[in-house]
């Protein structure tokens, strides 16, 4: 990795494992591997960048989870919001085979909108999901046509969006 | 980055000066993580965030810890997925009502 990433979204896959892992520490079992690679590869974003991010979705499911585990991630993470086209290019990321969830979060990588700062968007986005790493990296000439084609014809602040890397926790691991 | 290599018997000899920099002793543990991308040497312990969030837990919040740790640990595989899964986000039309509008500056 050249240099690393001013802005990071996590998709939930990783702050599952997090989550366990911390869960596994209070409970005094062993973690598992995937548990550790998601944790180091968090614990080495955090220190990266502060803008850290997750979808609404995940952040929700975690405001359902215990305080005493839950709090400390929504206090480091902000929930990106829909700006307006996310859905529309989520649809058309669906043509490149990605299931509606990993549409979703690629989406969010481009047209997720950060109340706060109003900024726009994510530098990479970090799965543990290898499938989603492979297939976004064998199409992404393709899809990245596909955006510049669809944000040409969106009006002003959208032009200047742009498509997010995507990473897996081991790949953080190995390339940072 | 260091490179390692592989002897004939399938051990791997970490550099000295990796050694004293880690604290490394005889007997250490160190687990080697495989994935699609490669092979990842990684040396035990807690990650400084998940530290950092336990040390920060009073003796009473480390019991609720333990407590409600138990309750998870204690789930299927199956009751756990359902409780990280959450309905997919639709990405039909008519569902573009909560997409927020950005203005030019």
């Known amino acids: ?176 | 980055m260091e490179k390692l290599i592989v002897d004939t018997d399938g051990k791997l000899t970490i550099p000295p000066e990796i050694i004293k920099k880690r604290g490394l002793q005889p007997g250490d543990e160190l687990s080697l993580i495989e994935s699609d991308e490669g092979l990842l040497v990684y040396q035990g312990g807690v990650d400084e965030k998940t530290r950092s969030w336990w040390n920060s837990l009073t003796q009473d919040q480390r019991q609720m810890a333990e407590l409600e740790a138990r309750r998870y640990e204690s789930l299927s595989e199956e009751e756990k997925n359902r409780m990280w899964s959450d309905d997919v986000e639709s990405t039909e039309t008519e569902t573009e009502g909560d997409e927020i509008d950005l203005r030019a500056k």
Not at chain 1, 13 to 19: D, E, L, N, S
């Open chain 1, 1 to 176: 990795m050249t240099s690393g990433p001013n802005s990071v979204l996590f998709d939930k896959g990783v702050i599952r494992r997090v989550y366990e892992r911390r869960v596994r520490l209070a409970a005094g079992n062993p973690p598992t591997i995937l548990q550790i690679e998601a944790s180091n590869c968090y614990a080495r974003i955090c220190k990266l960048t502060d803008r850290l991010y997750i979808t609404e979705q995940t952040s929700n499911i975690l405001r359902l989870r215990p305080k005493i585990f839950a709090e400390p991630f929504l206090a480091d993470l902000q929930s990106l919001k829909k700006a307006r086209y996310l859905r529309r290019w989520a649809r058309r990321l669906k043509d490149f085979s990605f299931s509606p969830e990993d549409a979703i979060i690629l989406a969010y990588g481009s047209f997720g909108f950060d109340l706060e700062k109003q900024t726009v968007g994510v530098d990479m986005i970090v799965t543990t999901d290898q499938g989603l790493e492979k297939n976004y990296f064998r199409n992404f000439d393709q899809i990245e046509k596909r955006f510049k084609d669809m944000i040409l014809n969106l009006p002003e602040p959208y032009k200047d969006l742009r498509l997010p890397r995507v990473i897996t926790t081991a790949t953080v691991l190995t390339g940072i």
